[in-house]
């Protein structure tokens, strides 16, 4: 992996982090448990989707081979 594909991967990890762990806290200190586990699981579809579609839009095909 180069210096470019590797500087995309960790910006990758760390907006996933960052936001799965916000919303995470949010909905355990607020949503009833049955409830919280189908809202975590969404909103990781959604965030993987929002951040897939702006990675291919500027062309950051680290993923690729």
């Known amino acids: 992996m180069t210096v ?3 500087i995309y ?3 990758f990890v760390f907006i996933l982090v960052g936001v799965f762990g916000i919303t995470t806290w949010v909905v355990l200190t607020n949503v009833h448990p049955p409830l919280s586990f189908a ?3 969404f909103l990781w ?3 993987l989707a ?5 990675f ?3 062309g ?3 993923w690729g081979s």
């Open 56 to 58: 291919d839009k500027a």
């Open 9 to 11: 991967f960790f910006v």
């Open 60 to 62: 950051w095909n680290w």
């Open 45 to 47: 579809g959604i965030t």
């Open 39 to 41: 809202v975590i699981a």
């Open 4 to 6: 470019k594909g590797a």
């Open 50 to 54: 929002i951040l897939y579609l702006a």
